[in-house]
């Protein structure tokens, strides 16, 4: 799996998705909290399934990782 996601986009998926998700457990609106958990797991591993099936990617050549 490529990672396709900046630490930008990371951060705010992140910061976002926990938002949505506390506001989930603060109101009945189930959707938000799903939309939530996905913004956030996305941040966490840096990886989006509809960036790649658009072909898209935020993340710089040079915040890729060296292989050995």
């Known amino acids: 799996m490529k990672l396709n996601l900046s630490t930008v986009d990371r951060v705010l998926r992140v910061v976002f998705g926990l938002a949505l998700v506390v506001y989930f457990l603060t109101t009945p609106f189930k959707a938000v909290g799903l939309v939530?958990?996905?913004?956030?797991?996305?941040?966490?591993?840096?990886?989006?399934p509809i960036y790649r099936m658009l072909r898209v990617s935020t993340r710089r050549h040079a915040e890729t990782p060296a292989r050995s």
């Open 36 to 48: 939530g958990v996905i913004l956030t797991v996305t941040g966490l591993v840096g990886w989006c």
